[in-house]
């Protein structure tokens, strides 16, 4: 693992995608620093970070784009499965990379918060608290960029579709606010849920016994709960997106708390999507 | 060391790789021959733990690669169909990093580096980025980089392609000295050159093996027809008449010759019987002159050409 990750960091500097990257990402956040905290004299830094998530949805599908579909356009995956090393040690050792290259960007931007503390009154626990939140923010958003990344061969289009998923995932909050909260759309929700998993089980198994059942049985659930407290359905299509809400958490960040629950949340997304990385690779040699 | 059974792989509907089986046993070199698109490197793609079968199993060195990929694949060098360079790196560091995700320990990583170079002669390049080098020495560096494990088997695809005819020459001799000590798998569809490097050669076409064995003893199993090739001067019908009294001719054609008043005939005949004296006297007695007469044998080409168009008709 540790060879894939010294390549691909090598790799990052060795084509202008890791300075991209960098330049990117230090220009517009110093542009905003300057901005809302020299020009106007605020001490307040720990906002700062909270203003420039959007940069993630610029600069991480640039950091993601090549991961793996740069591996399979140039056949160079052809070494890596043939090799004695693990898919899993491919895909981790390429996320650590990218999320290396994350990690020494925001280094620099520690110097903005020195700047503040220096002339003015830093909130140092708000402030720690905010970059832990903000980098554990970015690894969630690289692992959902490396995830489209092996779903591709071409890079732009990987860049292309990691940016929607990005700038969907920034917008989620927006979204909950519309999205109809009665009781009947909540089962209509609940009952698409039931038939997208049921109809994944079919195509995973080709069995129709699997899928048929995983039907009936989330059809039973789903009549239960109405039945016994049909207040769950109110609001459930609002709720499930705060549920996967990866912004909401950052609150908490922001104010000096380390809460373990968004912590652990933030670590486990990544696990998840680093999975189904792994799995879609793994699928792919038997297809 | 490789025993491959009942190997199918499918790509959809359709079957790249249809029930495939055969053994290669440890130390021989062993040339897949075919066609394009006839499965050669889907095969060798699954013998490497590359791609995954859609039925049969591989088992390397008694073991299946499924059950044990990492300690077989450590057995293995690859050179895919493409070399797969990243064409950032310099041929040193790619090497280098070769050398890492194969295990190789620290200490011998530099002397792997320099035995890799020197076997096929780009020690000159050693410092030069991948993206820079032409066709022919980048498929070096990819043959360089299938050694660096040390692995006891060497599945090479194509090795010689986008190779000048000197650099054709000195890789051929390569693999021959490679073959002392490793098992050697490669692919081809160029004839003379499995000729001249494998013992033995399995012929694929359409994702099936049509043939398998020695060469010279395939080209012996399917020549059970000798062919005699003669240019008269005369007329079909006079070359009809004039061959009549001659027995044990099997097949008779006979087409027109880009030489004026003449015909080219083609004669088989049982195997190991010769009949030119026969047709020499044959002719000179119904006056009709003969121009060129010469036998046929079957060559490398007619016999895959023989294979693979059969199994053609078949399907």
Redesign the interface.
């Known amino acids: 693992m540790?060879?894939?990750f010294?390549?691909e960091l090598?790799?990052y500097y060795?084509?202008p995608i890791g300075y991209v990257f960098m330049g990117l990402f230090l220009l517009i956040s110093g542009f905003f620093f300057a901005y809302n905290h020299l020009f106007t004299g605020s001490a307040y830094y720990s906002s700062f970070l909270g203003s420039i998530f959007f940069i993630f949805i610029f600069a991480i599908p640039l950091l993601t784009m090549r991961s793996i579909s740069e591996e399979r356009r140039?056949?160079?995956?052809?070494?890596?499965?043939?090799?004695?090393?693990?898919i899993s040690d491919i895909v981790i050792g390429k996320f650590l990379a990218a999320s290396s290259v994350f990690f020494v960007t925001l280094l620099v931007t520690v110097l903005y918060a020195v700047v503040v503390g220096t002339y003015g009154d830093l909130a140092v626990a708000q402030t720690a608290g905010a970059y832990i939140g903000f980098f554990l923010l970015g690894l969630c958003f690289i692992a959902i960029g490396i995830l489209i990344s092996a779903l591709t061969e071409n890079q732009v289009t990987a860049a292309f579709f990691t940016f929607f998923s990005l700038l969907f995932v920034w917008l989620i909050n927006l979204v909950k606010q519309v999205v109809p909260a009665d009781n009947l759309s909540g089962i209509i929700f609940a009952a698409a849920l039931g038939v997208a998993l049921s109809a994944y089980l079919f195509f995973n198994t080709r069995s129709w016994i699997v899928g048929g059942i995983a039907v009936i049985v989330s059809a039973i659930i789903i009549v239960l709960l109405a039945l016994i407290d049909h207040t769950v359905y109110t609001g459930l299509i609002g709720n499930a997106l705060g549920w996967i809400s990866l912004l909401d958490r950052y609150n908490s960040f922001n104010l000096g708390i380390l809460k373990l629950d968004a912590v652990v949340f933030y670590l486990s997304f990544c696990a998840v999507f680093l999975f189904i990385t792994i799995r879609v690779i793994e699928k792919r040699?038997?297809? | 060391m490789i025993q491959v059974t009942q190997l199918s792989k499918r790509y959809g509907p359709h079957k790249a790789v249809d029930d495939v089986s055969f053994t290669i046993q440890k130390g021989e070199i062993v040339g897949f021959l075919g066609p394009n698109g006839a499965g050669k490197s889907t095969t060798m793609n699954i013998l490497t733990g590359y791609l995954s079968s859609s039925e049969g199993d591989v088992m390397i060195d008694g073991q299946n690669i499924l059950e044990n990929p990492q300690e077989i694949k450590a057995k293995i060098g690859y050179l895919p169909e493409n070399p797969p360079l990243y064409m950032e790196m310099t041929v040193q560091e790619y090497l280098k990093f070769v050398c890492e995700i194969k295990n190789v320990s620290r200490n011998e990583t530099a002397q792997r580096i320099e035995y890799g170079l020197e076997t096929v002669r780009i020690t000159d390049v050693r410092k030069r980025l991948l993206k820079n080098l032409s066709k022919g020495y980048k498929q070096r560096v990819g043959l360089a980089a299938s050694l660096m494990g040390n692995p006891e088997i060497l599945i090479l695809d194509e090795p010689t392609s986008g190779l000048d005819p000197k650099q054709i020459i000195e890789i051929r001799d390569l693999i021959r000295e490679l073959g002392k000590d490793h098992t050697v798998v490669l692919s081809s569809h160029i004839l003379h050159e499995v000729s001249e490097t494998c013992e033995r050669v399995l012929i694929m076409n359409l994702g099936k093996i049509v043939a398998d064995g020695a060469l010279d003893t395939l080209a012996r199993s399917l020549a059970d027809t000798s062919e005699l090739v003669v240019r008269a001067s005369g007329s079909k019908e006079e070359v009809e008449k004039a061959l009549g009294p001659v027995s044990g001719i099997k097949t008779l054609t006979i087409s027109d010759s880009p030489e004026p008043a003449a015909v080219d005939v083609l004669i088989g005949s049982e195997e190991n019987t010769d009949l030119r004296k026969d047709v020499f006297l044959a002719f000179s007695a119904a006056r009709v002159p003969i121009l060129q007469m010469r036998s046929k044998n079957m060559t490398l080409e007619e016999i895959f050409l023989h294979l693979t168009n059969a199994e053609k008709g078949v399907e």
């Open positions: 540790f060879a894939i010294k390549r090598m790799g060795q084509t140039q056949k160079t995956d052809q070494l890596l499965l043939t090799s004695p090393v693990s040699r038997w297809t």
